[in-house]
């Protein structure tokens, strides 16, 4: 798999990272590590995980997919050659979550211990927290940094003016600043005030600021679990947007004609837009993460890249509306 570098620092992972949240819960660990095992092999050596993965399981209390990494990594001999990715802020038992310095400081030495390692490569705020100053969270988050803990650090569903804020703020007192977003992200586009709860869509603002500073974007529920291929499955209300079916239809006929499925083509769109978005695949069968990394293999082309961009907006670029 192809490796790329982690925003501007010397961190090097694959270009597509696993999703972690059912690992050593949903997944029981066996499989886990076999899906592990699998991933590696294909040449990936990014781990998106968090502290709280899977605490809404029945008869989990989060920690599992951390302490399934760790037993793993451990076992396989291979932290060295592994990025993990890890974050915290929402609640689980035992923690209160949230950003402050006191939970920034304890939850980090916990995912440490369950991961069995001295450093986390990437450390992510999970969701914004008003109650906090953003002075308080981002001293807290360097102090990692300096102490050797935390390579980097990155936002995950917070809207681009915390972000901004919070790194306008860390650059002036010389701190760590975010270098990594990771939002929910797909091909379709949800519908104007879509809700996604704590969730945030990655936007066109976001990606421009990230271009501008040079920053890596990282989207996750590509797939939208399986709906865009499953007939078992609907597509989340969010995205029955007014270009919805258009952009659909142009999915399935550039799949068509670039010989791949749904899955590829919408991973492939990611990777070859502007400014690119390293996808996190998922999936509880080998042959789904096969057929999701295949996606690397295929090249759409800059007419196909238009087609798909332009889907149900056609006038996109080339000319706008009078008002009357
Ligand atoms: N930062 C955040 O707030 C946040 C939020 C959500 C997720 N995440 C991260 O993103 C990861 C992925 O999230 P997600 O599970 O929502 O991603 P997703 O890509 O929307 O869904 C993955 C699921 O889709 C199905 N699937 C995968 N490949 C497929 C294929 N080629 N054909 C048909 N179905 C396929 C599998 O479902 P089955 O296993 O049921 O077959 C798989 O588990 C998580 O593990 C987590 O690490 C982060």
């Given at each position: ?178 270098s990594v977003i990771e939002q929910r992200y797909t091909y379709l586009r949800p519908r104007h005030g879509a809700d996604f709860g704590p969730q945030i869509f990655l936007s066109d603002d976001l990606k421009d600021y990230a271009s501008y500073y040079g920053l890596t974007l990282m989207g996750y529920s590509v797939l939208l679990r399986g709906a865009y291929i499953r007939a078992d499955l609907h597509l989340p209300v969010q995205f029955a ?84």
């Amino acid at each position: 798999m192809r490796r790329q570098q982690l925003s501007q620092s010397n961190i090097e992972v694959s270009a597509l990272a696993l999703g972690t949240d059912l690992i050593g819960s949903k997944i029981e660990r066996g499989r886990s590590f076999a899906l592990l095992d699998f991933y590696h092999e294909l040449g990936g050596n990014f781990l998106d995980t968090g502290n709280f993965y899977a605490s809404w399981i029945p008869g989990c209390q989060g920690g599992e997919s951390e302490t399934t990494i760790g037993l793993w990594m451990k076992e396989r001999r291979n932290r060295d050659k592994m990025v993990i990715s890890t974050k915290l802020a929402f609640d689980y038992p035992g923690s209160p979550g949230g950003l402050c310095a006191g939970e920034i400081e304890r939850e980090c030495e916990m995912s440490l211990k369950r991961l069995q390692t001295d450093r986390l490569d990437l450390y992510q705020a999970h969701r914004d927290d008003r109650s906090v100053p953003i002075e308080e969270t981002m001293e807290a988050f360097h102090r990692l940094v300096k102490a050797g803990k935390v390579r980097i650090l990155g936002a995950s569903n917070l809207p681009l003016w915390r972000i901004s804020e919070a790194n306008v703020i860390a650059r002036g007192k010389a701190w760590t600043p975010y270098s990594v977003i990771e939002q929910r992200y797909t091909y379709l586009r949800p519908r104007h005030g879509a809700d996604f709860g704590p969730q945030i869509f990655l936007s066109d603002d976001l990606k421009d600021y990230a271009s501008y500073y040079g920053l890596t974007l990282m989207g996750y529920s590509v797939l939208l679990r399986g709906a865009y291929i499953r007939a078992d499955l609907h597509l989340p209300v969010q995205f029955a947007g007014p270009d919805s079916v258009e952009r659909l239809r142009t999915l399935s006929e550039v799949s068509l004609e670039a010989g791949c499925t749904l899955a590829q083509t919408i991973i492939a769109w990611m990777l070859q837009s502007k400014p690119a978005v390293l996808p996190i695949i998922a999936g509880s069968q080998e042959n789904q993460l096969k057929e999701n990394s295949d996606a690397l293999n295929v090249t759409l082309t800059e007419a196909q890249m238009q087609r798909l961009n332009t889907a149900g907006n056609p006038t996109l670029n080339q000319g706008w509306i009078q008002p009357k």
